[in-house]
T-cell receptor
């Protein structure tokens, strides 16, 4: 079945450093979503990418969808302690079924 | 946050006992999901529902059953709990808006289940 791999599994950065997490699929995706889960919390939707090569920005967060629609990335510029959490990508399988990546846990050291 | 509640929020139970977790939504969304979250595995889909009495299996459905008799409620039952089912369980809802491609999921607060 469809698989979504996410790397790295963990990342520790100093506050102010940049951070990137990558999501790779074994099959071509129709679209991809990104979620953030704060420690002890529940996943919260960040964004959806639909078009090949699409780039979207939310303040310090930049999301990219690969040209072949098989990979995606989330880049955070100048991390802050509020960025701590686990970031998940999710691929849509069929019309309403979601396959989540394993997540990247980000720790920001002040 | 979307109107999603889960009950109970915490539960400790013994191996072999039946357990039912409840998810309740006030958003009138058509689609509802149950996930389990374990370290190193991310979120894995257990079962999902695409309408009242319409359910289907996810990738880790063995040992679990679900029911949806009303739009707002989606129940997850562990028929005979095992220690491998110790996990955090999340319910989620989504909807496909007319004319739009965006159908993000909204998650409930989670239920922490420990099977001893």
């Amino acid at each position: 079945g469809q698989q979504v791999m996410q790397i790295p599994q963990y990342q520790h950065v100093q506050e102010g450093e940049d951070f990137t997490t990558y999501c790779n699929s074994s099959t071509t995706l129709s679209n991809i979503q990104w979620y953030k889960q704060r420690p002890g919390g529940h996943p919260v939707f960040l964004i959806q990418l639909v078009k090949s090569g699409e780039v979207k920005k939310q303040k310090r967060l930049t999301f990219q969808f690969g040209e072949a629609k098989k990979n995606s990335s989330l880049h955070i510029t100048a991390t802050q302690t509020t960025d701590v959490g686990t970031y998940f990508c999710a691929a849509i399988s069929g019309t309403y079924k979601y396959i989540f990546g394993t997540g990247t846990r980000l720790k920001v050291l002040a | 946050d979307a109107g999603i509640t889960q009950s109970p929020r915490h539960k400790v139970t013994e191996t072999g006992t039946p357990v039912t977790l409840r998810c309740h939504q006030t958003e009138n969304h058509r689609y509802m999901y149950w996930y389990r979250q374990d370290p190193g595995h991310g979120l894995r889909l257990i079962h999902y529902s695409y309408g009242v009495k319409d359910t289907d299996k996810g990738e880790v459905s063995d040992g679990y059953s679900v029911s949806r008799s009303k739009t707002e409620d989606f129940l997850l039952t562990l028929e005979s709990a095992t220690s491998s089912q110790t996990s955090v369980y999340f319910c989620a809802i989504s909807e496909i808006p007319t004319g739009g491609a965006s159908y993000e999921q909204y998650f409930g607060p989670g239920t922490r289940l420990t099977v001893t």
